[in-house]
């Protein structure tokens, strides 16, 4: 069975530190990709980065990098600089295409960055 | 602006009611999805649609129904036998049905409260 698995319920960085969230995943499945999301406090989820199962690069958008290690089934978010806005709960997820599309969501690291 | 309505934000419930919770999308999204997520935790899938008049039910569909009559609106009803129906409801939509357009875009959630 496929699962997330989120070991730091909490995080805290100082403000312009970077800091990494730990992702490990469960899948026998070949094709698959990998998100992660970020929840404010005001509920919403917010889309970070994505990256496929067949990328060879690590994904990077802005801040955020994801260091992808196939072999260990780990997908760390990594946030460059942190600000105090990036002080959210932080979700990973994963896709498969099974002909029906689902997204499975790791419980979250709640991130606290400090001034 | 494109992107996903939800409600009620807020919503309480006595036991024994049924409730619907409304999503909306004109992203011109094929996939709509609905989660729950409880304190603490991540989201877990309740149902999922991938085209009008077709559903899957997700990991936690007991207790719940839903419709998809047309391509933006997909609601969901809380029936009298979801036995804990108190938590935070997400709606989501995605482009497509494979892992590389796995995206998800969400509302900004509701809030149900059984008294």
């Known amino acids: 069975a496929q699962k997330i698995t989120q070991t730091q319920p909490g995080m805290f960085v100082q403000e312009k530190e970077a800091v990494t969230l730990d992702c490990t995943y469960d899948?026998?499945?070949?094709?698959?990709?990998l998100f992660w999301y970020k929840q404010p406090s005001s509920g919403e989820m917010i889309f970070l980065i994505y990256?496929?199962?067949?990328?060879?690069q690590n994904a990077t958008e802005g801040r955020y990098s994801l260091n992808f290690q196939k072999a260990r089934k780990s997908a760390n978010l990594v946030i460059s600089a942190s600000q105090l806005g990036d002080s959210a709960m932080y979700f990973c997820?994963?896709?498969?295409?099974?002909?029906?599309?689902?997204?499975?969501f790791g419980a979250g690291t709640r991130l606290f960055v400090k001034a | 602006d494109g992107g996903i309505t939800q409600s009620p934000k807020y919503l309480f419930r006595k036991e024994g009611q049924n409730v619907t919770l409304s999503c909306e999308q004109n992203?011109?999204?094929?996939?709509m999805y609905w989660y729950r997520q409880d304190p603490g935790q991540g989201l877990r899938l309740i149902y999922y649609?991938?085209?009008?008049?077709?559903?899957q039910k997700g990991d936690i569909a007991e207790g719940y129904s839903v419709s998809r009559e047309k391509k933006e609106s997909f609601p969901l009803t809380v029936t009298s036998a979801q036995k804990n129906p108190t938590a935070f409801y997400l709606c989501?939509?995605?482009?497509?049905?494979?892992?590389?357009?796995?995206?998800?875009?969400f509302g900004e959630g509701s809030r149900l409260t059984v008294l």
């Open positions: 649609s991938q085209i009008v008049n077709d559903f």
């Open positions: 989501a939509s995605s482009i497509g049905l494979s892992v590389n357009t796995g995206e998800l875009f």
């Open positions: 992203l011109n999204h094929d996939a």
């Open positions: 990256q496929g199962s067949y990328d060879e």
């Open positions: 899948t026998s499945d070949q094709s698959y990709g």
């Open positions: 997820a994963m896709t498969k295409d099974t002909g029906g599309f689902k997204t499975i």
